[in-house]
């Protein structure tokens, strides 16, 4: 259709107006909101785990709570931070908040050993709640981590340590000579009954036991036996528990931790509070599905033990106790508390 130029150029007129207008008007829309905090967050779980995906709601509630002032960005195992390095990459800041398995760091942290639970301690939830919020061990590691650069957060306590091997033990003699992975306090235990222990990442168990590097292994539960698929290669889970539970804390980087305002700190404390009864209500429930699963790819129980086994079994836990209170002034601190409540 004929325009004359004279429209044709009220048209253009028109057109850039609005174009100029549309800009304006989305200069004026608020962006989304940054994080005012930028937290990187490890544990020693592969992507997918049962516990994996606990340690990701963690991360997620922090989130939440906080408004999406602070974000956490998850790294699981293998991505980046290995197991021994997670206490060391949180104290220097190389990432700002971390989930350590104790044993892996003994000579870097021995009150952490004590910490995680010693052979023989108790297995009743509430006891060792007791211990740490009213008996004094809250009051020691806290300050014991902070020596580290290091805050601490609320405990939370997972299931029993059992053994797996690859060949049933009858008796506590056929302990004598195995290979099994049990670092910290847990590899002493097995050695005073014998055993050689080995300490190696939870991702490499499964190919250490399949190639016979070890003969056996310790997982931080049961769960973990499950999730990675250790009965393929090892059936025969011993009855007594090396730990009657395991109680396992989450730690973040003094400093990025003093940038927060009070309000955010009390955010994390309390969205770790909530990480602390989702991993002890969640453990419960899968414990007996772990069994289960496990049973049906032929995990079979050892023999139950002899009242002799027991004894001895026993005796060499206790014996573990006066050993670790030599370790450093925070174990002999923690160590001195559990006997008082004996």
Partial sequence: MYQSPKRRHFLKRTLAGCVLAFAAGLSVVPQAAAAEHNWRFVNLYSRGTAYGEVYKHFAENIEAMSGGRIAVQMMYAGEGVGQTGVLGSVKSGLVT??????????????????????PGMTDDVGELSALFHERGWGEVLTEAYDKQNLVWLEPYIQLPVYVLTKEPIKSIEDFKGLKIRAPGAYGKFLRKLGASPASMAWSEIYTSLATGVIDGSIGSNLIDHRDGNHVEVAKYMYPLPIAGAQVLPIVVNKMAWNKLPDDLKAIVRTASAQHAREQMTKSRLWEQQAIADMAAKGMQWSPEPSEADKRQWSEAANSLWSEYAKSDKYSSRMVDILQKQQ
């Fill in 97 to 118: 908040m971390g989930a350590p398995f104790q044993p892996m760091h003994a000579g870097e942290f021995p009150p952490g050993v004590v910490e995680v639970g010693l």
